[in-house]
């Protein structure tokens, strides 16, 4: 299986997200200096420096994305539409986000009373609400970019780039309680599945993540 580590930082063990010695994988990130540790760490690995926006892989190249707690620092419509551009159709989406409490956390141990990192937590803090109500995100000064998530917001985004069977759980990670999100893109290419199935199955699929914000 051809595995995406989506912000694989200085890449990380992933057998626990059911990654196994006979996959793929290849490891992006946007910052270069963690990418000489991955590349020292995971020597089987291909690792490149890009950006989860403009991911630089071809349509349909990898069966499954996997991205540990990076989502959070990056323009998260952008990066959906991007994912789901290089997934094979049926092809595995696998995330670890940050809830409200990381960003209230950092706030209140980690920024107050310093001014810049103060004013940078409240753009956070803000901009997870922006995403809370909007399922977009917007980037703070020089394009960098953070905010929380929640289920809600991420259900907005996930459906609006065409992801089906969404599921949600939490989880306790090295930055304390997160939450896993898996979504699949759709096996239907234009108005047949893979499978053979119509658009209709597609829409029946559709609906039923739409039903789950209700339930
Ligand atoms: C909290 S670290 C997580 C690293 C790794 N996934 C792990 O679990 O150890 C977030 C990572 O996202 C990367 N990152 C931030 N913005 C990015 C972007 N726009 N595109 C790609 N990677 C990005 C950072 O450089 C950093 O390595």
């Known amino acids: 299986m051809r595995v995406l580590d989506l912000g694989c930082g200085s890449g990380r063990d992933l057998a626990s997200w059911g990654v196994t010695a006979s996959d793929e994988v290849t490891g992006l990130d946007i910052d270069d200096s963690r990418l000489v540790t991955a590349k020292v760490r995971f020597p089987n690995r291909t690792y490149l420096q890009g950006a989860g926006e403009w991911l630089p892989f071809e349509d349909e190249s990898f069966d499954r994305v996997i991205s540990a707690v990076a989502l959070p620092y990056m323009n998260i419509q952008k990066t959906l539409a991007e994912i789901h551009r290089i997934l094979v159709p049926g092809g595995g989406l696998s995330l670890s986000l940050h809830l409200p409490s990381f960003t209230i956390a950092e706030l209140l141990h980690h920024a107050i009373p310093k001014p810049v990192p103060t004013l940078f937590r409240l753009y956070v803090m803000a901009?997870?609400?922006?995403?809370?109500?909007t399922g977009k995100t917007v980037g703070f000064l020089k394009g960098r970019t953070?905010?929380?998530?929640?289920?809600?917001?991420?259900?907005?985004?996930?459906?609006?780039?065409?992801?089906?069977?969404?599921s949600f759980s939490r989880a306790t990670g090295s930055v304390g309680e997160t939450f896993i999100v898996e979504a699949r893109k759709s096996k239907v290419i234009g108005s047949f599945a893979a499978d053979g199935r119509t658009a209709l199955a597609y829409k029946a699929e559709r609906a039923v993540d739409t039903l789950g914000r209700a339930g």
């Open 127 to 133: 901009n997870g609400l922006l995403f809370h109500c």
């Open 146 to 166: 953070e905010s929380f998530q929640t289920e809600r917001a991420m259900r907005v985004a996930l459906n609006r780039a065409e992801f089906v069977n969404l």
